[in-house]
């Protein structure tokens, strides 16, 4: 059975050679009908993520060129080959990966990000997106605004694996979340505070650790101080603790580092390695029983729970800005350049299209 689909073309920012790099361009493409089992969403705000600026830099495994940009998005689902589909006229956001159902183990089959490769076929950055109702579209919490829910999906899913299947984390412990200010990070931070859990962060940035205190951080760390970990263990100290846990997106010495402020059997979990590619993990750690946990992503049924969750707590995703339209998709790219951003960029998509 096929649909046809309520509107002739689209609008999407695309994946275009540049030399040995990789740049956007907006094309205007002809929508093909639903298959079944489809349904068509009107995408109403897209979120970006550093795999996009990645992609451009051609630091990306299995980029396509042609393939649309974008993991994360919002809109309303306006067409379904579903009879009676209850999501039709629904807002959803799209789950931004494929090929993961349930096992907390890792993908049960062929796994792929949603934009800017070969598999799955789709980005988030266009106006409209044909997509499996089954695999990707989660209905979208009613307290969200459109801009809330395109910055949730991809940061959702890799905090929530992170945070509760790989650290366990529960109340009253205490947990480190380095390199606060992206969206996992941020996202760790709000379902650690909701748990009710103390949350210690670090940046590189006043201003970015005096915001995380505002969302509920008991303190925060300057990790360009060399003596940031002896101001970390004095104040544990003066409170009676130890770290339960660590939630890290750099890599390089964290174990080093952290280790002599973990419990004995603590937990490191590394869902990143943005300051280097390797983790030393030496005699002293396996002595003091820390495990050291990789993290990556997560199955759609830990996105649904993490979407409970968060619709539970009443949650809202941090926003840095929203960009007017995607002809201004520019300026999140260089925004995510300048690392300066607290929260998720965010673009309108649903906005009339000019030129980039």
């Known amino acids: 059975m096929s649909v046809k689909a309520l509107r002739v073309t689209n609008v999407a920012l695309v994946v275009k050679p540049a030399g040995k790099l990789y740049e956007p361009q907006l094309e205007t493409r002809r929508l093909r009908d639903l298959a079944e089992g489809e ?27 042609g393939s649309v940009f974008g993991s994360d998005a919002c809109g309303t689902i306006i067409n379904s080959s579903v009879s009676d589909d209850p999501l039709l006229h629904k807002r959803v956001f799209i789950a931004p990966m494929t090929g993961w159902y349930s096992s907390p183990d890792g993908p049960e089959s062929r796994f792929g990000i949603v934009g800017g490769g070969s598999f799955p076929s789709f980005g988030t950055m266009q106006q409209f ?49 380095t390199g606060i200010g992206g969206g996992v990070a941020l996202t760790a931070l709000q379902l650690c505070i909701a748990k009710g859990a103390n949350v210690y962060v670090t940046s590189g940035s006043q201003i970015k650790i005096q915001k995380a ?3 509920g951080a008991r303190q925060g760390f300057d990790y360009t101080n060399a003596s940031w970990t002896r101001s970390l263990k004095k104040l544990l100290e003066s409170e009676g603790k130890v770290l339960d846990s660590v939630i890290d997106s750099a890599g390089g010495s964290i174990s080093s580092q952290i280790t002599p402020l973990l419990k004995p059997g603590g937990v490191i979990v590394c869902y990143g390695m943005t300051a280097s590619p390797t983790i030393p993990f030496s005699m002293r750690e396996v002595l003091k029983n820390i495990e050291l946990k990789g993290s990556t992503m997560g199955s759609l049924s830990e996105l649904k729970a993490a979407t409970e969750f968060m619709a539970e707590h009443q949650i809202r995703p941090v926003v840095d800005s929203v960009l007017p ?15 300066k951003q607290f929260g998720k960029i965010v673009v309108r998509v649903d906005r009339p299209v000019s030129k980039l």
């Open 213 to 215: 205190k505002a969302l």
């Open 129 to 177: 997106a044909i997509v499996k109702r089954t695999e990707v579209v989660i209905a979208l919490p009613e307290h969200l605004s459109d801009e809330e829910g395109a910055a949730w999906p991809l940061a959702g899913v890799t905090a929530w694996r992170a945070v509760f299947t790989k650290a366990n984390v529960l109340a009253g412990q205490n947990v480190l979340i």
């Open 39 to 65: 349904v068509l969403i009107r995408i109403t705000a897209a979120a970006f993520n550093h795999r996009d600026l990645w992609i451009l830099k051609n630091q990306y495994p299995g980029i396509a060129v």
């Open 325 to 339: 339209g995607l002809e201004k998709a520019q300026d999140g790219f260089e925004k995510m350049r300048s690392g």
